[in-house]
């Protein structure tokens, strides 16, 4: 036990097994591609998630109203309240996003104030899409992809339009959007208006729409299209 604990740490260096003989050295290529990338997917799911997000406005203030019919107090300000507090976090998204605070764009910041900003930059990413190709870039992005194959490093470097990387800033966006609206918005609304129809034991029909709508603004849901 005594010559176990006595052995030194240069000694115990020396008994260690050596690295494995089969490790390769990492090769670094370097592909450019040839062409400017000015084509990408059409933005189905930028105009998927901006009609949920004015369905979800539309019937929300439907029941709104005709909470507001009935006097029930307490049901309409709950029901305001899970319809604007997602919908102001949505603007913020886009806002940030799109980095609109550091740009002179009023008109978008008035929409957003009004609760459109989604609306307006939807019309704005079917814009740039059906401007793709037809102008000449006048300014491009370097992007360089890393990955590994066959031991060896890869790295992709292309020139990416501007009209294509505006177009992917607008996907993001909606991307977090879509996160924001299901989870602030849809899924609150939905167990509200359930639990109403619960101890009402009625449900209206603005409310059945309203819970239909929710719905459907669940992430990962079968037959929605993709981003």
Not at 33 to 57: D, H, M, R, W
Not at 155 to 184: C, D, P, W, Y
Request: neutral net charge; aromatic residues 10%; charged residues 20%.
């Amino acid at each position: 036990m005594d010559s176990v604990s006595d052995t030194s740490v240069g000694e115990w260096a020396d008994h260690l097994p050596p690295k494995s003989q089969h490790a390769y050295p990492r090769h670094v290529i370097r592909k450019v591609a040839s062409q400017v990338v000015t084509k990408t997917n059409p933005p189905f799911g930028i105009v998927f998630i901006t009609l949920l997000y004015c369905g979800e406005l539309a019937t929300a203030g439907v029941v709104s109203y005709a909470y507001s019919r009935s006097d029930d107090l307490f049901w309409l300000s709950l029901t305001l309240l899970l319809m604007l507090i997602p919908a102001v976090m949505d603007q913020l998204t886009l806002i940030f996003v799109h980095r609109d605070l550091t740009s002179d764009k009023p008109f978008i910041l008035f929409m957003h104030l009004l609760l459109l900003g989604p609306l307006i930059r939807c019309l704005e990413a079917i814009v740039i899409f059906y401007r793709l190709g037809r102008e000449e870039e006048p300014y491009v992005t370097i992007t360089r992809k890393k990955h590994i194959q066959n031991h060896s490093e890869v790295e992709l470097e292309q020139e990416v339009g501007h009209s294509v990387r505006r177009l992917l800033t607008h996907r993001n966006a909606f991307k977090r959007m879509a996160v924001i609206q299901a989870f602030l918005g849809s899924t609150p609304q939905l167990t509200l208006q359930l639990y109403v129809s619960v101890v009402e034991q009625y449900v209206p029909t603005s409310r059945g729409f309203n819970d239909h709508g929710s719905l459907h603004c669940f992430p990962g849901q079968p037959g929605r299209p993709g981003l």
